[in-house]
């Protein structure tokens, strides 16, 4: 959340089980901005979405795999990779 934004509240109504998961894992005065990151990521997703389409199966195996290439190439470079079969 930016400071010195202006916020106002609102009612929501949440599956009760998820949020008081979310308010033990995070504490009661970050639950607000916790929920307020998440709309943000779902606003920023949905417009991506709208600009670009959706995101498609074959686009996720995509970047885990490039997240996995790079996540080695990092852990090589730091000496903690195993060594990688060929595929």
Do not use: N
């Given at each position: 959340?930016?400071?010195?934004?202006?916020?106002?509240?609102?009612?929501?109504?949440?599956?009760?089980?998820?949020?008081?998961e979310?308010r033990?894992?995070?504490?009661?005065?970050?639950?607000?901005?916790?929920?307020?990151?998440?709309?943000?990521?779902?606003?920023?997703?949905d417009l991506?979405?709208?600009?670009?389409?959706?995101?498609?199966?074959?686009?996720?195996?995509?970047?885990?795999?490039?997240r996995?290439?790079?996540?080695?190439?990092?852990e090589?470079?730091?000496?903690?990779?195993?060594?990688?079969?060929?595929?």
């Amino acid at each position: 959340m930016v400071r010195g934004t202006a916020t106002k509240k609102y009612t929501v109504t949440l599956p009760e089980e998820r949020a008081e998961e979310i308010r033990t894992e995070v504490g009661p005065g970050a639950f607000s901005a916790y929920v307020t990151r998440a709309i943000e990521r779902q606003r920023e997703h949905d417009l991506l979405e709208g600009e670009y389409g959706p995101v498609t199966d074959a686009d996720l195996a995509a970047a885990e795999a490039e997240r996995r290439d790079e996540q080695w190439f990092e852990e090589q470079e730091a000496g903690t990779a195993p060594h990688r079969k060929a595929a």
